[in-house]
């Protein structure tokens, strides 16, 4: 700390100044000491007034929160924590997997220790909002209410109004409820995910503008700000920092980007300085700072199944429950029905004739995105299933990533030269990989997120395609994503993540499921 600036009692802030007039009339109940000293309260308004004159101080959080939950905050999230309640608006760009969620909460919640906050609103994907943020908020601010706004118009407004500290909702949500959530007290939202709002010109960006006062605490949190596009950064900074962009998009295009032709663009080399100065303020960790994280973080990804999916699954279910009413379930038949679940989930199910349905998988594939466009190097993607592979990467490549594919019909050539490709060169960006094809003896550190479509019924082989990436010669810190969407896959991951094999429970876990 420095010299001209002490903390007494985590009460109060003593300064040393060259005009100490300038701080006792503005801040309120300072006081002036001898030798050019002022004493402040150490409060949330008082840091502000501070930070507004150009003097830094360390945010009250740092020495009067109590840091809420199950874990112990690490130094990043300490500091992610304290730079948020030192701005009402703000960006996080810690990247996937370094605890973001947990300080925008501790951080929300000290506000509202502190009268400062009444309710806070959560924006985020579909995916995220159970998995996610009501899991987090219950391991790091259990002490608060939570509810997640789902479902009918009717159902959400009666969420919104029934008075929760937290609100959770997903973004095209909050466009049904936006005239409730006006009314519902939120002077605090938190938007994971921001790229979704890069464009001013959407429903979504003009319906949370609305929302926006010059009170609301506004935090904005995204790993990979304009990823795809110096221009995506407009529209998310618009909202943080109107002052930052000028008034109309086209005059910020001309900023960034050069014409070529009437319809393709190309960024200028001032792009990401032009970029970085309007997405502020903002606070950025990468893994690779993040000296203090478990080499290896495993995130919870909810899907929805389409209505389709929970139609099949609920019609074998049902049938199942009636095939094993009064029999003996044995483990082959447990692990062939369970399987026939785990296809439906996934995207395709082969028929008793052998022939293969396949599902709409977009809700899948739509959270699958999110987590590439979110990694900011390769990705792995395990998908247990045949079918379900072509079926994906035909969609990825018509999206134009750069994808290969290995299975067990790949020969060992071809294998040899798409893992070197994969590790030397910048392309293939994703790998689609059916896991027992290279769970074993292969390393890919070019990649340091791993992407389960599925889950996969041998501890075994979970454990060695996660250690394709975390192992020698790998440099970044690591990330697990589990795609779920039907009970049997939750209680699949369950069992991995608590290093039980499947095959080991897989009559219990049957019984289960059909209970």
Not at 141 to 163: C, F, L, P, S
Not at 276 to 281: F, I, R, T, V, W
Request: net charge positive.
């Amino acid at each position: 700390m420095e010299n001209n600036v002490q903390i007494l009692d985590n009460k109060a802030i003593l300064l040393r100044l060259k005009n100490p007039n300038k701080v006792t009339t503005v801040v309120e109940k300072s006081r002036e000491l001898p030798n050019n000293q002022v004493v402040v309260n150490w409060g949330v308004d008082e840091v502000h007034t501070l930070k507004n004159l150009n003097i830094n101080v360390p945010s009250p959080i740092e020495g009067k929160y109590k840091w809420s939950g199950q874990y112990k905050p690490y130094d990043h999230q300490k500091t992610t924590s304290a730079f948020l309640t030192m701005n009402r608006r703000a960006f996080c760009f810690n990247e996937q997997g370094t605890g973001k969620t947990a300080s925008a909460i501790w951080a929300s919640d000290f506000l509202m220790t502190e009268g400062k906050v009444r309710r806070v609103l959560v924006i985020c994907p579909l995916s995220i909002m159970d998995s996610a943020w009501r899991n987090d908020l219950f391991s790091f601010a259990m002490h608060r209410t939570v509810d997640v706004a789902y479902g009918a118009k009717e159902k959400r407004k009666k969420i919104i109004n029934q008075g929760s500290d937290y609100v959770i909702i997903n973004y095209d949500g909050v466009e049904i409820v936006a005239d409730d959530i006006a009314k519902g007290g939120f002077d605090c939202i938190i938007v994971d995910e921001a790229t979704h709002y890069k464009n001013a010109q959407t429903k979504r960006w003009k319906t949370l503008n609305k929302l926006l006062t010059d009170q609301t605490w506004l935090w904005m949190m995204t790993g990979t700000p304009a990823a795809q596009s110096p221009l995506d950064a407009y529209g998310i900074a618009k909202l943080v920092n109107p002052t930052s962009v000028p008034r109309f998009f086209g005059s910020f295009r001309d900023m960034v980007m050069y014409k070529i032709t009437n319809f393709k663009w190309k960024p200028k080399e001032t792009a990401s300085d032009t970029v970085y100065n309007a997405l502020q303020p903002a606070i950025r960790y990468t893994k690779d700072e993040c000296l203090d994280l478990p080499p290896l973080v495993y995130v919870k990804r909810e899907v929805e199944l389409t209505r389709q999916q929970k139609k099949y699954y609920k019609e074998l279910k049902d049938r199942l429950v009636l095939q094993t009413a009064g029999e003996e379930v044995t483990a082959p038949n447990a692990a062939i029905n369970m399987s026939k679940l785990l296809q439906i989930s996934s995207g395709a199910v082969y028929t008793d004739n052998g022939e293969a349905l396949e599902f709409d998988i977009k809700n899948r594939y739509k959270v699958l995105r999110e987590v590439i466009d979110e990694s900011s190097k390769k990705v792995l993607v395990f998908v247990p299933f045949k079918h379900t592979i072509d079926i994906l990467t035909n969609k990825l490549l018509d999206d134009g990533i750069a994808t290969e594919v290995i299975r067990g019909d790949v020969s060992a050539p071809k294998r040899t030269d798409i893992f070197h490709r994969f590790q030397t060169k910048d392309n293939p960006r994703v790998l689609v990989i059916q896991p027992q094809s290279a769970a074993h003896g292969v390393t890919l550190t070019a990649a340091n997120t791993v992407v389960w479509w599925g889950p996969t019924s041998s501890l075994e082989t979970y454990a060695q395609a996660n250690a394709r990436v975390h192992r020698a010669g790998q440099d970044h810190k690591c990330t697990v994503v589990q795609l779920q969407g039907s009970p049997v896959e939750k209680r699949v991951y369950t069992l991995l993540d608590s290093r039980i094999d499947v095959h080991t429970k897989m009559i219990d876990l049957y019984k289960e499921l059909l209970d």
